[in-house]
């Protein structure tokens, strides 16, 4: 499979407890982003990488989630002391930095957190 | 970010076309028009996007008011598979313009 992949696909967890998501980007695309979507709602821009640099971080990105990717692969994200407002859907996209505004982005299909 | 403005729902038939609007009155001029669409259960996926240009490709068609200020997302002949939210975004070419800023979207039915 040549798409973008999620793991886990969901997660259950008590406020307070950390979790971490994975992403796996398609092979070749150097560009990776995290969204997060809740109920209803459009998704909303988290955070971006080019390869393993961190490029662009949204407000929205507490000090209480962190992201990495650190070889320009694989991407993972972190939330530590969850709380019952970070229950959503978390959506990563990768794609290729070829120049120009046209370059589409491919998405996974999503870790469904829930924090009880 | 600009902002686009869509309608909550709409509903159409199957094999009939659709027209999904978008207006975007604060565009500037080097605001692209992107369309992605989310189907149940599933992340976004890239619909098409275009500048100033009417676009097609084997999903469907873009036609970009001459003023720019709307747009509008053409299904040629809907299937039952093309029920989803319709997301109508606008990106700039900056460099370091990298996300995509959803709205809500419309969220189409399609009826059998």
């Known amino acids: 499979d040549t798409g973008v992949s999620q793991d886990p696909r969901h997660k259950i967890t008590k406020r307070g407890q950390n979790v971490t998501f994975r992403c796996d980007p398609i092979?070749?695309?150097?560009?990776l982003y995290w969204y997060r979507q809740t109920l209803g709602q459009g998704p909303e821009f988290l955070t971006y990488f080019q390869n393993e640099a961190q490029l662009e971080k949204s407000r929205l990105l507490s000090d209480r989630f962190s992201a990495e990717r650190p070889k320009g692969s694989f991407s993972t994200l972190e939330i530590q002391r969850t709380e019952q407002g970070d229950s959503a859907m978390y959506l990563c996209a990768s794609s290729l930095a070829t120049g120009g505004v046209g370059n589409e982005q491919f998405f996974g299909p999503g870790t469904r957190l829930t924090v009880l | 970010d600009a902002k686009t403005t869509q309608p909550n729902s709409m509903e159409s038939n199957e094999e009939e076309p659709v027209h999904l609007p978008c207006n975007h009155s604060t565009i500037s001029g080097t605001d692209y028009i992107h369309w992605y669409r989310q189907l149940p259960s599933q992340g976004p996926e890239y619909v098409i996007h275009g500048l100033t240009s009417n676009v097609n490709n084997r999903m469907a068609s873009l036609a970009i008011a001459e003023d720019r200020k709307s747009s509008t997302l053409i299904l040629h002949r809907a299937t039952l598979r093309d029920a989803a939210v319709y997301y109508c975004?606008?990106?700039?070419?900056?460099?370091?313009?990298?996300?995509?800023?959803f709205g809500q979207g419309t969220r189409l039915t399609i009826n059998p």
């Open positions: 092979s070749e695309h150097n560009r």
């Open positions: 975004i606008l990106r700039p070419l900056i460099q370091g313009a990298q996300k995509l800023v």
